[in-house]
């Protein structure tokens, strides 16, 4: 690794928290691997070599059917590792991992990485704390799917994307139009109609351009004051 990556690995929630000693126990033998957009990172179905975690960029988790349909489960950005669950259990991916932004991967072996968690129990609660994070998404995603419709799952995807509570604000989409329906869980035609149907709430745009009137107003249409 460059120095520049080892210090962006150290940085990284999953190991921020380890002494020195034990970071340069887990990360040893790590290489850094650029990744253009478009790279297939791990394909679903595949047992895992590697512990991924993001340096930079950002990643689309996968899932395909037996017809080759896929779908967005989740992306994942800077500082994040993904399909650790596949990496402890030693199980197939239940997902590809693919990426849409360039990005700097790291790559920890699996085998070495499962020893590691024996041995580093700081390591262990690290993990633990993300998954509790991820879980935690999850189930935001389950309820979004069950208990609203398209146009309340789109506005409180564009409320999370704003990172504001109130006021006006001026959005670029992160992904292209068709990767955010897949991750809401809808059609690109029902994209579409979900901006129509937040036209009167104060929500326009073109392209990757979004713009909201009125924060606390789209808040109030989906329910975004939910628990988090």
């Known amino acids: ?63 395909a059917n037996a017809r080759n349909e896929e779908t967005v489960v989740e992306f994942f950005d800077s500082g994040d590792s993904f399909i650790a669950a596949a990496v402890i259990l030693d199980a197939p991916y239940l997902m590809s991992a693919r990426v849409v932004h360039d990005a700097r991967v790291a790559l920890l072996s699996a085998e070495r990485f499962r020893a590691d968690l024996t041995a580093v129990p700081a390591l262990g609660l690290s993990l633990a704390m993300q998954f509790a994070g991820y879980w935690r998404r999850l189930i935001r995603q389950i309820k979004d799917l069950k208990l609203r419709s398209g146009a309340e799952r789109l506005a409180v995807y564009l409320i999370a994307l704003s990172g504001r509570d109130s006021g006006a604000a001026t959005l670029a989409l992160p992904q292209e139009r068709k990767l955010i329906a897949a991750h809401i869980g809808i059609t690109p035609e029902s994209l579409s109609r979900a901006f129509i149907t937040l036209r009167p709430l104060g929500v326009s745009g073109r392209g990757r351009t979004v713009t909201i009137a009125d924060i606390a107003r789209l808040r109030a249409f989906c329910g975004a004051d939910d628990p988090t």
């Open 1 to 63: 690794m460059r120095p520049d990556d080892r210090k962006d690995l150290r940085a990284t929630p999953l190991f921020a928290a380890l002494s020195d000693e034990h970071f340069a126990r887990v990360c040893d033998g790590a290489v850094v691997h650029a990744m253009p957009r478009g790279a297939l990172l791990c394909r679903q179905g595949e047992q895992p070599e590697f512990l991924h975690v993001i340096l930079s960029g950002r990643v689309a988790l996968i899932a």
